[in-house]
C-alpha cells in the first residue's frame, strides 16, 4: 500500500519556493486544530454566536472567532506570513516578521458557519499571494487580483475531514486519518466531470433575482438535481467531484452578491479552473477581478466549464 501524506505531497510537487510548503504544512495543522474544536463543540460550549457582527455585516459564530485565532497564531508563531486578510477581521493583519516574509494570506476561517450548530459540514477556505512589489499599503498588499494567486485550497469538516488544494499544477485531496493524524492523499489530481449531475443555488431567492438568472435556474430544473446545503465549501466539493454548477447571484437585497471575492470567490475559482473548470460573476472571468475593498462582494457562477459557458452566453 503506498501512503503518501500531505506533507510529502506539498514538498514533492514543484511549488516554487519552500516557503509556500511552510505555508501549507501549516495550515494542515491549523485545520486539524480548527477539526478537533468542530468535532466537540456541542461539548464545550462552542455552539452559537459570540455577540459580534463581522465587517460583511454577518453575526460571528463563536467558532468563527476560534477558528481565526487558530489560523492567525499558527502562522504568525511560525513567522510564515507578513500580512493577512480574514473574514473575521476587520483591516489587514500585519505581522511583526513583516519585513522578513514575502507572503500574503487570505482566510475565510471557517465558512458555513450558520451550520455549526446543527452537524452540517462547514470548512475553512485560504488564498496565498507573494508580497506586492508596488504596494504603498498594507490594503494594497491585500487587494491583488486572483490571477497572483500561488496557491489556494479548502478544508472542509465533513463525513470525513478533507483538504484540498492547488499551486498551480493541479488539485490534490488528502483525506485525514484519525487514527494517524495525518492527512492523506486520497483524491489525486482531480478534474470536474463534463457531464454535470448537480446546481446548486438557494432557491428561496428566485424572486429576489433578475430575470436572465430566473430563466436560467429554470433550465437547470429541466436537466440536472438541485443539492444546496448552504456552506459554500461543501456545495463546492460536490460539484467538483460529481460534475455541476454553484450559484449566488446578485439580488434585490445583496445587488452586489453575498460570497466575498478575496476569501471565497478567488481561491475556489481557481481550484475549479485548475481542475477543468470555470468560475465567473457573469461578465468578467473571477480570476481576473481587480479588488478595490477587503470584504468586497461578488456574485459567483462556479462549476463545470459547460454549465459556467451556458450562463455567460445566456440573454
Ligand atoms: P460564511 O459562513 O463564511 O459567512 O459563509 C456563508 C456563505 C456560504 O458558505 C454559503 O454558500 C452562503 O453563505 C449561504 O448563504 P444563504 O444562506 O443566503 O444561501
Ligand atoms: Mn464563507
Ligand atoms: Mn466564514
Known amino acids: ?21 511552510h505555508i501549507l504544512y501549516d495550515i494542515n495543522v491549523a485545520a486539524k486544530l480548527i477539526r478537533q474544536q468542530v468535532i466537540r463543540a456541542g461539548l464545550t460550549n462552542l455552539c452559537g454566536v459570540s455577540g459580534h457582527v463581522n465587517e460583511s455585516g454577518e453575526v460571528v459564530q463563536r467558532l468563527d472567532i476560534l477558528a481565526n485565532t487558530i489560523i492567525k ?15 473575521e477581521e476587520s483591516a489587514v493583519v500585519q505581522t511583526d516578521t513583516y519585513e522578513t516574509s514575502d507572503y500574503v494570506i ?22 496565498i499571494f507573494k508580497k506586492n512589489p508596488q504596494a504603498n499599503t498594507l490594503l494594497d498588499h491585500c487587494l491583488q487580483t486572483g490571477v497572483q494567486q500561488i496557491a489556494a485550497g479548502y478544508v472542509i469538516y465533513g463525513s470525513s475531514v ?18 494517524i493524524g ?18 446548486s443555488v438557494n432557491e428561496a431567492l428566485f424572486n429576489a433575482c433578475d430575470s436572465r438568472n430566473q430563466r436560467f435556474i429554470q433550465t437547470l430544473r429541466e436537466s440536472l438535481s438541485l443539492r444546496y446545503v ?29 460570497l466575498r471575492l478575496l476569501y471565497e470567490a478567488n481561491p475556489l475559482a481557481f481550484i475549479c479552473e485548475q481542475a477543468g473548470g470555470l468560475a465567473t460573476d457573469g461578465c468578467n472571468r473571477i480570476l481576473s477581478i481587480e479588488p478595490t475593498e477587503l470584504h468586497q462582494r461578488v456574485p459567483l457562477y462556479l462549476g463545470s466549464a459547460a454549465l459556467v459557458n451556458a450562463y455567460t452566453q445566456f440573454n
Open 1 to 21: 500500500m503506498s501512503i503518501v501524506t500531505i506533507e510529502k505531497h506539498i514538498i514533492d510537487h514543484a511549488l516554487t519556493s519552500n516557503d509556500i510548503s
Open 73 to 87: 497564531d499558527t502562522l504568525s508563531n511560525h513567522q510564515r506570513f507578513s500580512f493577512m486578510g480574514s473574514e
Open 106 to 127: 487570505l482566510f475565510d476561517p471557517l465558512d458555513g458557519s450558520s451550520n455549526i450548530d446543527v452537524n452540517v459540514s462547514v470548512g475553512t477556505i485560504f488564498s
Open 162 to 179: 478533507v483538504m484540498v488544494y492547488t499551486a498551480g499544477n493541479g488539485v490534490y485531496g488528502f483525506t485525514y486519518d484519525p487514527g
Open 182 to 199: 495525518e492527512f492523506i492523499l486520497s483524491h489525486e489530481n482531480i478534474r470536474i466531470p463534463d457531464s454535470p449531475m448537480y446546481y
Open 230 to 258: 448552504g456552506s459554500l465549501v461543501a456545495d463546492f466539493h460536490r460539484n467538483l467531484l460529481k460534475g455541476g454548477i454553484y450559484m449566488y447571484p446578485a439580488t434585490r437585497q445583496s445587488p452586489r452578491g453575498k
